[in-house]
């Protein structure tokens, strides 16, 4: 697996991440790099490959994200996104270390037909990992204020298909901002849902490492095309308090990370098309890229958490 | 022959003085407010206002924010009929656009329409 030679580097402590030119410190689809969380520490470093070539140690578990399939997509960017969710597939079954489980992070499908979703859930049949938690996208709840969605995946969840879980240590939070989406299009979490989300995390541990995730980008990236949650700054000042937040988003196609304190926000690629950079077109939308080149901003996110040490480790992985 | 203001006359007049530049400032603000919003709440009758907010909510994602078309097409200009536009917007066209059938009400239907036939 090739991974594109532009990587960054970010020492939140001592390298002055610029929070005003983030946006430039951004690591664009393809690259690939390790973030470590200690104590809620943040360091990093280069991976020399694939991150998932080192073997795993006692006492860890990993998982592998995958956002934004939109199966039933057949435009030009990518006429064929079944084909590329079964190429993802196929690179997380041939992960050294079969993940505990999947996160899919939302636009599961393109417009919220129920083939689509059958397609989706066919072709996710292939993973040998059998444990998927799900997220929905706007494209998923578009049609019909998600019930469809909510038919296949919202059991055991709450209000609107949020819900947690916990996993050898780590609290994982899913949380659902694409219902009702604003005029601007930024996402909403709602005040039920907020409430709900300071409840779940009243009385953990503020040693509890937690993984929130959520289909648009609970930061904000970029207003100007609805690349934020409005209410996104409430939700994350209940979680200020924990040492170790990861925050996992799709939507915008493109790999994109940010530190701020102890939490890390982390976006990943899409299965099925890229997006332009933030600003860097008239308005987002699928793009098209050079032919052949397709599968460099595609790709999967593998996350590896070391217990104990409270390590986390994200690592982006293109389908080139 | 001139004659100087008594000190209730020149409060008066700052009185004055006052009402105009808050009332200019109030029509300055407020013009600038329909030149903002165009035809986001003054010059829509109604149904169209809602229209447009469910439109910028549910179709814009496809259509662009201004409706002139990206994944879906531009929307100014139809030609088609109510009840085809109708029937578009609550089944879809497989493979191309999403049914909207459970979500919209039939009144929300008919603001949608109501906006797209503003959008010359």
């Not at chain 1, 799709?250 to 890390?264: C, N, R, W």
């Not at chain 1, 997006?275 to 595609?298: C, H, I, N, T």
Request: charged share 25%.
């Amino acid at each position: 697996m090739k991974l594109k030679s532009k990587i960054l580097l970010h020492d939140h402590n001592h390298d002055g991440l610029d929070r005003r030119g983030f946006l430039e410190c951004m690591a664009w689809a393809g690259t690939g790099m390790l973030w470590t969380v200690t104590g809620g520490l943040l360091g990093s470093a280069i991976l020399p490959g694939r991150a998932s070539a080192a073997p795993m140690m006692g006492g860890t578990f990993n998982f592998v994200q995958i956002s934004d399939s939109h199966i039933g997509f057949n435009k030009d960017a990518n006429k064929d996104v079944a084909g590329t969710l079964k190429e993802a597939i196929a690179r997380i079954n041939a992960l050294p270390e079969p993940p505990d489980f999947i996160l899919h992070t939302g636009d599961l499908t393109h417009l919220c037909e129920a083939e689509e979703f059958d397609t989706l859930d066919q072709l996710l049949k292939g993973l040998k990992t059998s444990q998927i938690f799900y997220v929905p996208g706007e494209h998923d709840v578009i049609g019909d204020n998600g019930k469809k969605y909510l038919e296949r995946f919202g059991k055991g969840t709450k209000g609107r298909g949020w819900y947690s879980f916990d996993h050898k240590g780590v609290h994982f939070i899913g949380l659902v901002n694409v219902m009702d989406i604003k005029e601007n299009g930024l996402g909403i979490l709602g005040g039920e849902q907020l409430e709900w989300l300071k409840d779940d995390l009243s009385g953990r541990s503020s040693e509890t490492p937690i993984v929130v995730f959520a289909h648009i980008p609970l930061w904000t990236v970029y207003p100007e095309w609805g690349w934020g949650t409005s209410e996104g700054a409430q939700a994350l000042s209940y979680l200020k308090r924990f040492g170790s937040v990861t925050v996992l988003n799709g939507h915008i196609h493109q790999t994109m990370k940010k530190v701020e304190g102890h939490v890390t926000f982390h976006t990943a690629m899409s299965t099925a098309f890229p997006q332009p950079e933030p600003g860097k077109a008239p308005k987002p939308g699928p793009m098209k890229v050079e032919a052949g080149k397709l599968r460099d901003y595609l790709g999967i996110t593998e996350v590896n958490y070391t217990e104990g040490k409270g390590a986390l480790a994200i690592v982006d992985a293109t389908l080139a | 022959m001139r004659r100087w203001l008594s000190i209730a006359e020149i409060s008066e007049m700052k009185l004055v003085f006052k009402i105009l530049i808050v009332s200019a400032s109030a029509i300055i603000i407020g013009l600038a407010g329909v030149r903002a919003g165009e035809e986001t709440s003054v010059r829509l009758p109604p149904a169209a206002r809602l229209g447009r907010t469910l439109f910028l909510k549910n179709c814009a994602h496809c259509h662009a924010d201004d409706a002139t078309g990206d994944e879906g097409p531009d929307l100014h200009g139809l030609t088609r009929s109510d009840e085809w536009i109708a029937r578009r917007i609550r089944d879809g066209k497989k493979g191309q656009m999403t049914a909207f059938g459970e979500k919209f009400s039939p009144k929300d239907v008919d603001a949608l329409i109501a906006y797209l036939r503003t959008l010359k």
